[in-house]
């Protein structure tokens, strides 16, 4: 099974980090929040500080775990570790990505998100 993290990222006005995978990515077109494959040895709070700065150039503070999800994309299994984190600084530059959105948690109903990562939104949208 693929170990897999993901960092749900507020801003100070509350908003939450999403971006959308590009072209020629698995999961083309769907949102996710971002993150990455933990390397051997790593923990969720290492790799999503590491995936953030090589991926978006984005300095985070993971904080809090937020939970796990276990999906099957074909014959691949993940398992996703959600983490809350703060946003601490960086300019936004996007390399898996093509586009991103500070969204509130209500503005998550209007992105289709890749199917592993759905749990935590319905979860963040329970807690409106």
């Not at 090589?54 to 503070?61: A, D, F, G, L, T």
């Not at 996703?80 to 960086?90: C, D, I, M, Q, S």
Request: net charge negative; glycine share 8%.
């Amino acid at each position: 099974m693929l170990e897999v993290a993901a960092a749900i990222i507020e801003n100070e006005q509350g908003q939450l980090l999403i971006a959308r995978r590009k072209k020629g990515k698995s999961q083309a077109g769907l949102w996710e929040f971002p993150g990455g494959k933990i390397e051997q040895g790593e923990s969720v709070e290492a790799c999503l500080q590491r995936e953030l700065q090589e991926e978006m150039n984005i300095s985070i503070e993971p904080y809090e775990p937020f939970g796990v999800n276990d999906h099957a994309y074909g014959t691949t299994q993940i398992r996703l570790f959600a983490h809350r984190a703060r946003f601490v600084g960086g300019d936004i530059s996007l390399v898996d990505h093509d586009e991103y959105r500070w969204a509130s948690r209500e503005e998550l109903r209007e992105y289709s998100f890749a199917p592993a990562d759905i749990p935590f939104v319905v979860r963040l949208l329970q807690e409106l």
